[in-house]
């Protein structure tokens, strides 16, 4: 009889399974070579603050992750808050240095940490009515001491330095304190100045000249170089498709960063309480901070 030798098997599993895998090849997820031929889209609905910026920076990084070649950022809000405005911007600077192609597109409003967010756009697209500008910071503290006064009421203050309690309601700012805060606001301003010029190739003495607070239509934005062209959203999502190399008619917009509806949503009434949720927030959980916002 002939020996015939058995075929050599690895002991092991694991190495057995190393060998199968050298010899097989890696294959690509179906849903990156779809986004690759897709036009991202993210809102900015409202003003801008922590919830925002959580929101808008999860959908950015998916962006990214997906690798979609471009994005359209719709932009309708009044601003909000420096630090998440700041933390947004440069989230979509990230995105553009991977070779997305960013296109702003501004809705009925975007005014100041709207302008800063949209200016780290390649492009931006505005309505010939869109509100925009408000460039500038805006700081607000309630002076309640005559009310608390009338009504019998008197704080006790302990602090470890003089500028501690700054801002506090029950008595009026000193004059260093508001030479404090305008400091404060000027270096604030500053940094908004500079976004803004090298977001739209301006010099810093240009965009100061318009960059006073005041609001501007977009037709003037467009004059003034704040915008690069006019017209609705339909036209921003074709120029970020054209910009990527896209076909405008064949490429397919994909929501990223969807707001969570709440049940509130469903009760009669809720365009009221949603804008009276915002006033409040606005005028007591901002109260004291730097803001890049429009308020009317």
Known sequence: ?????????????AHLFRILRSHVMPMPWPWRRKTRKTLAR?????????????????ALEEVGQRECPALLLRIDSPGGTVGDSQEIHAAVRRLRQK?????????????????YVGVAAERIVANPGTITGSIGVILRGNDLSRLLERVGIRFDTVKSGI????????????????????????????????AVAEGRGLAEATVRSFAD?????????????????????????????????????????????KPTKRLTA???????LATLVEAVTLDLAWSGQPLWLYRP
Request: net charge negative.
């Open 99 to 115: 070779g997305c192609r960013v296109v702003a597109d501004f809705g009925n409003i975007s005014a100041s940490g709207g302008v």
């Open 42 to 58: 993210i809102a900015i609905e409202g003003p801008i603050s922590g919830g925002t910026r959580t929101r808008v920076l999860k």
């Open 266 to 272: 469903l009760l009669p009434g809720r365009a009221f």
């Open 1 to 13: 009889m002939v020996n015939r030798a058995e075929p050599s098997w690895p002991s092991q599993p």
């Open 163 to 194: 500028y501690k309690d700054i801002l506090s309601p029950d008595r009026a700012l000193s004059e260093d304190e508001r030479l404090l805060l305008q400091q404060l606001i000027d270096a604030s301003y500053d940094q908004f100045v500079a």
């Open 213 to 257: 607070g005041r609001v501007f239509t977009g037709s003037q934005a467009l004059a003034l170089g704040l915008v690069d062209e006019l017209g609705d959203e339909e036209r921003a999502r074709r120029l970020a498709a054209e910009l990527a190399g896209l076909d405008p008619d064949k490429t397919r917009t994909v929501e990223f960063g």
